[in-house]
């Protein structure tokens, strides 16, 4: 079975997954903002998306949003082995973005770790998700009515 799982070269694919995991990412964060501006005396605003400094609130949410991220790339990307690949890049283009926003480079340390520890949680359960739906039974009949 040398053609399972061949890996062909398609950039549209690799860049509108990127588009996908950048805009999963950034919703998913804005709408925990908006989840905690009901529940508690938060005001949501894109200084705290795109601060150089680390907020208590936004904590909780960059974790959560983290987790979502590792869902969807089970839906995305659907392979175990790219999922550092994404995450990264999704954390990459968000440093970028941090810095021309800012106007400055991140310099705390609590920003630096929240950072790994988010691309440490979306990789391991991205990748957990990806195995699980990697290792799943392929069914071999085509007749969805034939029992074996």
Not at 18 to 28: D, K, N, P
Not at 31 to 39: E, K, W
Not at 61 to 89: E, G, M
Request: with cysteine; charged share 10%.
């Amino acid at each position: 079975m040398p053609a399972f799982r061949s890996f062909v070269w398609d950039p549209c694919l690799i860049i509108s997954q990127i588009l996908c995991m950048v805009t999963v990412f950034y919703s998913v964060q804005c709408f925990f903002m908006t989840i905690h501006s009901y529940i508690g005396a938060f005001q949501p605003s894109l200084h705290y998306v795109f601060a150089v400094q680390v907020f208590r609130p936004m904590i909780v949410i960059q974790l959560l949003t983290s987790l979502a991220t590792a869902f969807a790339l089970s839906i995305v990307v659907q392979r175990a082995k790219q999922c550092l690949d994404f995450v990264c890049t999704v954390h990459f283009w968000h440093l970028i973005v941090v810095v021309f926003y800012a106007r400055s480079f991140p310099t705390q340390i609590s920003w630096w770790i929240l950072q790994f520890v988010c691309i440490t949680m979306s990789t391991v359960f991205g990748e957990f998700l990806c195995m699980r739906i990697e290792t799943r039974e392929i069914p071999v009949s085509t007749n969805p009515k034939m029992e074996v």
